[in-house]
């Protein structure tokens, strides 16, 4: 039997590949050459200035293919001299591993990457693994896993299922998987009067109390009381400014935002034409102009309650003694892609210290989750 693949050392060689978003950092070349050597078919999938890379193990098109997607960019990581240990060294010390993307992701990357690895050479199933790996999970996520599902899409590859590897457990290993996830959208507002003198408020038309009425408007408004595998939705208001520093001055125009977290009781849609409503609402009662800009980061989508997420939840439990609870908290992934492609799911490691300074993970941590995706592997080909 070949010598197993250790995803620590690969998490230690893939930390130590500064990929910051969007820059590649020798991350996508290291993966390619370790899945290549394995007899995987691997595929650049660059597109603008994003790397990507495929990697395919056995028949093309074929019905039973089980699919890994994840991603190799990383965030800033802040001030370095902060850090205990240099946030690219991929120090392992007294059972910790240390670095920018210990968490997340790299070392579900290498979980995945090494289970795939040592399960096609040594027990060959009847089907195909794929491995999307992206450099755009980080950033915009214009050109990352969006990139590798349209070549997909044009080369008439197809996965039947797919596992996200984030990190989705709070405290202990095994305890939460993602079935779903929030749809996410962001609403800029400028509210356009007239500037005047703050002595003569009656020759000014002031944008402020228009901003206001309408963050609280909107603020206030309850959304739904959830549904049935989510939590309410939420609304926050993220800024109001005017640029004005002067107090005795009525300024112009006034810019406000809100972020929106919203499940499956709306859309983008639905939530945008509110939106406007509610500004239409406010610029007539204070005869103001008032704009608005939106951008929607993704809809929310729910994978139902049956084969694939019991697939999942019962190879954790077999590994670690816990069945994971099935959720759908937290902000977004590259699942909300995924999912107009094929039934998904996200399971990975304990998420404390993604995006932190000193971002660390146990060791042992990989090394559970690699045999987690092993079994998952062993069961959906058995």
Same mark, same amino acid.
């Given at each position: 039997?070949?010598?197993?693949?250790?995803?620590?050392?690969?998490?230690?060689?893939?930390?130590? @590949?500064?990929?910051?978003?969007?820059?590649e950092g020798g991350a996508l070349v290291l993966l390619d050459e370790v899945l290549t050597e394995a007899g995987f078919a691997c595929t650049r999938v660059d597109r603008g200035a994003v790397s990507n890379l495929f990697a395919r193990w056995g028949d093309k098109g074929h019905a039973k293919t089980f699919g890994f997607n994840g991603h190799t960019? *990383? *965030?800033?990581?802040?001030?370095?001299?902060?850090?205990?240990?240099?946030?690219?060294?991929?120090?392992?010390?007294?059972?910790?591993?240390?670095?920018?993307?210990?968490?997340?992701?790299?070392?579900g990357v290498a979980a995945f990457a090494a289970a795939a690895v040592d399960f096609v050479r040594n027990t060959p199933p009847d089907g195909a693994i794929i491995l999307t790996i992206t450099g755009d999970e980080?950033?915009?996520?214009?050109?990352?896993?969006?990139?590798l599902l349209d070549w997909m899409a044009d080369n008439g590859e197809q996965m039947s299922v797919c596992l996200v590897g984030e990190?989705? @457990?709070?405290?202990?290993?095994?305890?939460?998987?993602?079935?779903?996830?929030?749809?996410?959208?962001?609403?800029?507002?400028? *509210?356009?009067?007239?500037?005047?003198?703050?002595?003569?408020?009656?020759?000014?038309? $002031?944008?402020?109390?228009?901003?206001?009425r309408l963050m609280d408007r909107l603020a206030s408004h309850e959304l739904d009381q959830g549904t049935g595998h989510f939590d309410p939705s939420t609304l926050a208001v993220v800024g109001i400014d005017t640029g004005n520093p002067a107090t005795n001055v009525i300024p112009a125009e @006034?810019?406000?935002? *809100?972020?929106?977290?919203? $499940?499956?009781?709306?859309?983008?849609a639905t939530l945008t034409a509110w939106l406007e409503q509610e500004a239409d609402k406010v610029a007539a009662e204070f005869g103001v102009g008032i704009d608005m800009r939106v951008k929607i980061s993704g809809e929310s989508f729910l994978t139902p309650p049956g084969p694939l997420s019991d697939l999942i939840a019962n190879a954790v439990e077999a590994e670690t003694g816990r069945r994971p609870e099935l959720s759908t908290t937290g902000g977004t992934s590259d699942a909300r892609f995924v999912k107009d492609h094929c039934q998904v799911v996200e399971f990975g490691l304990v998420g404390h210290f993604m995006h932190q300074v000193d971002e660390r993970v146990p060791a042992t941590q990989i090394e559970e989750l690699k045999s987690i995706y092993t079994r998952i592997l062993h069961d959906y080909f058995a």
């Open positions: 039997m070949t010598q197993p693949l250790d995803p620590v050392h690969l998490t230690q060689n893939l930390i130590r @590949c500064n990929s910051v978003t969007p820059a960019d *990383v *965030v800033p990581p802040g001030d370095t001299a902060a850090w205990t240990h240099a946030p690219f060294s991929g120090d392992l010390a007294d059972g910790i591993l240390w670095g920018r993307g210990a968490t997340d992701m790299k070392s980080e950033g915009d996520a214009t050109d990352g896993t969006t990139a990190p989705t @457990c709070p405290n202990e290993m095994g305890e939460m998987m993602k079935i779903g996830r929030r749809g996410s959208m962001t609403a800029w507002f400028r *509210v356009t009067g007239v500037q005047g003198h703050s002595a003569y408020p009656h020759r000014a038309k $002031n944008p402020l109390p228009a901003m206001a @006034c810019t406000g935002a *809100v972020n929106i977290r919203f $499940n499956d009781a709306h859309s983008g």
